[in-house]
C-alpha cells in the first residue's frame, strides 16, 4: 500500500500547526520590516540633518566652486584671519571650518588644505569637499600650463562598443549585468532554500528518532516512503511560509510607510542624490532604455521553466542528504561532521557562479559544473540567461534526477538502519557498511 500522500499530509500538517512554526511565520516579516524601518527613520534623520561649514579661502579663487544644497549650507568667510574664523565657527556652532592657504604654487597649495571640527567630521562630507577641490585645483594647474580647458573638453570621445552576434543579434555591457542578476537570483534563492528547510527536515528526523515515534511508524511504512514523504511534506509547509513572509511583509511595509510616514525603501543618502542628477542625463536615459530592452531580450519562458525543474531537482537532491544525516545522528551537534561534504558542493556552485559565469558562461569551467548535479541547479541557472543550448539543459537536468534518484536509494540506506541506531555516533566507514544492509 502506497502511504506516501498520507505521510505527506502528515508531515505538512504536523509543521504548520506547529506553535513555533507560526509563531516565527508572523514574527520573522514583521521582525525584518521592524529593523528596516529602525534603518530608514534614523538613516532619515541623519540625512535630515543640516550642516553648515565655513570657507576662508585665502586665494580668492575657490571658494566659488562651493554651492548649498538641501542639507549643506556653505558660508564664505572674507577680511578674517584663521584664529578668528576658528572662534567664529565655535560660537555659531558649525559643522566646521574649511581653510585654503594662500598659496601662488598650486602643488604645496594641495597640501596645505586643512577643515576643523569640533568632532570627527563625516567620511562623505570630506569626500565630497576633496573632490570639489580636485576639480577646481586641476583646472587651474592646466590654465597655469597654458592649457585650454575649452579645448580639452571639446575633444573629449565616449566609446561605446556596439556588441552583436555573428547571427545578428544586438546585445550590449548591460545585458550580462541583467543576465547575471536574473541568475544570481535564482541561484541564490535555491541556496537558501536548501539551507533552511534542509535542516528543517533533518531536525525533523532527529526529533522522530530520539522520541522513539519511529520505531512505531517504521513498522508499517517502508523507509524510502518515509523519507520521501518528509522531504516533500516539509517543502509544502516551507513553501506556505514563505508565501505568507511575501504577504505580512508587504502588508507590515505598506502600513509602517503609511503610519510612521518612512520610506522604507529609499534611503536616501548624499550619493544617491548624485545618481539621481546623474540619471537625468542623456547617457542615463539611454542606459535606461538599453536596460529595458536587455530585460526583454531574455529567455523568460526558458528561465521560468528550468527555474522550476532545477529548484525542485536541487533541492530534493539536498534534502534526501539532509535527511540521511538526520537518521544517521542522534542530536544536531553530531551532525556537524557531515554537513561540510553538503555544504561544500553549493558554495562551489556559487563561487563557480559569481566568479566564472559572468566572464566566460560557455567556457569549460561554466560548462563542466552546470553539468555536475551537486552544482549545476546554481550554475545552469546562471548560465541560462546567456543563451545556453536547450539539449545541454536537458542532459544537465537528466543528470540531476538520475543522480536524485541514486542519492535517494542512497539516503534510503541509510535512513533504514540509521533511524533504529541510538547512542552511537556513526564514522563514514559505518555508513558504508549499512548501505550492505
Do not use: C
Request: charged share 20%; glycine share 6%; no cysteine.
Amino acid at each position: 500500500m502506497n502511504h506516501l500522500p498520507l505521510i505527506i499530509k502528515r508531515e505538512y500538517l504536523t509543521k504548520v500547526k506547529n506553535r513555533s512554526f507560526i509563531i516565527m511565520t508572523i514574527l520573522s516579516p514583521l521582525i525584518m520590516i521592524a529593523l528596516i524601518a529602525v534603518v530608514a527613520y534614523l538613516t532619515q534623520l541623519n540625512n535630515n540633518k543640516e550642516r553648515s561649514i565655513s570657507i576662508l579661502d585665502e586665494t580668492g579663487q575657490i571658494g566659488q566652486i562651493f554651492t548649498n544644497t538641501d542639507n549643506t549650507k556653505y558660508n564664505v568667510l572674507s577680511n578674517i584671519s584663521l584664529e578668528d574664523a576658528k572662534i567664529l565657527v565655535k560660537e555659531k556652532e558649525e559643522y566646521g571650518l574649511l581653510h585654503i592657504a594662500d598659496n601662488s604654487n598650486l602643488d604645496e597649495l594641495s597640501k596645505q588644505i586643512k577643515f576643523f571640527s569640533e568632532d570627527t567630521p563625516s567620511f562623505s562630507v570630506i569626500s565630497d569637499l576633496e573632490n570639489k577641490l580636485e576639480d577646481k585645483l586641476t583646472d587651474l594647474k592646466l590654465i597655469e600650463e597654458g592649457v585650454d580647458l575649452e579645448k580639452i573638453e571639446s575633444s573629449e570621445l565616449d566609446v561605446d562598443i556596439a556588441q552583436e552576434s555573428f547571427t545578428g543579434e544586438k546585445t550590449s555591457k548591460v545585458d550580462n549585468i541583467i543576465k547575471l542578476a536574473f541568475g544570481g537570483i535564482a541561484g541564490y534563492l535555491l541556496f537558501m532554500f536548501i539551507i533552511i528547510y534542509g535542516n528543517m527536515i533533518m531536525r525533523s528526523v532527529i526529533e522522530e528518532k530520539t522520541s522513539r515515534i519511529i520505531e512505531i511508524i517504521i513498522s508499517s511504512v517502508k523507509p524510502v516512503q518515509l523519507m520521501m514523504g518528509k522531504i516533500i511534506g516539509t517543502s509544502l509547509a516551507g513553501i506556505t511560509q514563505f508565501v505568507i513572509w511575501v504577504i505580512l511583509g508587504s502588508i507590515a511595509m505598506f502600513a509602517v510607510s503609511a503610519i510612521l510616514g518612512i520610506n522604507v525603501g529609499e534611503l536616501q543618502s548624499q550619493q544617491q542624490e548624485m545618481i539621481n542628477q546623474a540619471m537625468q542625463a542623456p547617457e542615463a536615459q539611454s542606459f535606461i532604455e538599453t536596460g529595458i530592452q536587455s530585460i526583454y531580450n531574455l529567455p523568460i519562458a526558458n528561465l521560468i521553466v528550468a527555474f522550476i525543474f532545477f529548484f525542485i531537482g536541487g533541492y530534493l537532491l539536498y534534502s534526501s542528504l539532509y535527511a540521511a544525516i538526520g537518521a544517521a545522528v542522534d542530536n544536531e551537534t553530531d551532525t556537524q561532521q557531515f554537513m561540510m561534504p553538503i555544504l561544500m558542493p553549493l558554495i562551489l556552485a556559487v563561487y563557480v557562479g559569481v566568479f566564472t559565469v559572468i566572464e566566460d558562461p560557455h567556457g569549460t569551467v561554466s560548462t563542466v559544473f552546470s553539468f555536475i548535479p551537486l552544482t549545476s541547479p546554481v550554475v545552469m541557472l546562471m548560465r541560462i540567461p546567456f543563451g545556453v543550448p536547450l539539449w545541454q539543459q536537458g542532459l544537465s537536468l537528466l543528470l540531476l534526477i538520475g543522480t536524485f534518484m541514486f542519492t535517494v536509494w542512497f539516503a534510503a540506506k541509510i535512513y533504514r538502519v540509521g533511524i533504529l541506531m541510538y547512542g552511537k555516533k556513526p564514522s563514514y566507514k559505518e555508513l558504508f557498511k549499512w548501505m550492505k544492509y
